[in-house]
């Protein structure tokens, strides 16, 4: 079975560009989450998806921060503009249905590390 | 919302050697992960433990959910066992799954 694919795996950009992560989960599963992970720190929630809805985003910096998952599959995060402090690994990471709510198991991707200069 | 603390922070082993990795946390939860992030970055899924014990070739895990902490455990450890390793719950009031800080193990030859 094939594991959550991420895209790019790293990304330099300078300061107040934009960037887009990409994120394929494992097949058949309908949560996906994209958790921020800076350095030294375990992985922070950024937003959680059912299918295409939205069900958690509270700690996503909406002023710069956007994500969306139109088919109920592949997502995209984008930063626009990005700041100094946004340098950190971006994860994803899909859980599959049946468990119960907060319940899931969660499967990680390899991450996208962003440098920002 | 929910904390969580692991100890020791820093382990060193010498290969061979046993560990015990210990995780505590502030709430009743219905979830609890351990991780192990290989020096790649990548998070590898090591068990989904919420109470009990389970045992996974040389890792095992135990989980006391009334008294709020999980151990895990490595066996025999290994040079590839380096790493960081995650606990991470979901607490009973919440709904995301939150990390601790981690545990940096370094296992030498």
């Known amino acids: 079975e094939a594991g959550v694919a991420q895209s790019p795996r790293y990304k330099i950009i300078e300061k107040r560009q934009s960037v887009a992560f990409w994120c394929n989960p494992i097949?058949?599963?309908?949560?996906l989450y994209w958790y921020q992970q800076i350095l030294g720190q375990g992985p922070k929630l950024l937003i959680q998806?059912?299918?295409?809805?939205?069900?958690?985003d509270s700690q996503l910096p909406k002023d710069r921060f956007s994500a969306e998952r139109l088919k109920g599959v592949d997502s995209t995060l984008k930063i626009q503009p990005a700041k100094l402090e946004d340098s950190a690994v971006y994860l994803c990471?899909?859980?599959?249905?049946?468990?119960?709510?907060?319940?899931?198991?969660?499967?990680f991707g390899p991450g996208t590390r962003l440098l920002v200069l | 919302g929910i904390q969580v603390e692991q100890s020791p922070p820093d382990l060193i082993l010498q290969e061979g050697a046993n560990s015990t990795l210990r995780c505590n946390f502030s709430d009743s939860v219905n979830n609890l992960q351990w991780f192990h992030q290989n020096p790649w970055g990548q998070l590898i899924n090591l068990f989904y433990i919420p109470s009990g014990t389970k045992q996974n070739g040389r890792l095992s895990a135990t989980t006391v959910a009334t008294e709020r902490y999980s151990l895990l455990y490595i066996s025999s450890s290994q040079t590839t066992d380096s790493g960081v390793y995650f606990c991470a719950v979901i607490g009973k009031a919440n709904s995301k799954l939150t990390f601790g800080k981690g545990i940096t193990l370094s296992v030498r030859p």
């Open positions: 998806f059912q299918n295409n809805g939205v069900v958690d």
């Open positions: 990471a899909s859980s599959p249905p049946g468990q119960g709510v907060n319940r899931e198991t969660q499967y």
């Open positions: 097949s058949g599963h309908a949560t």
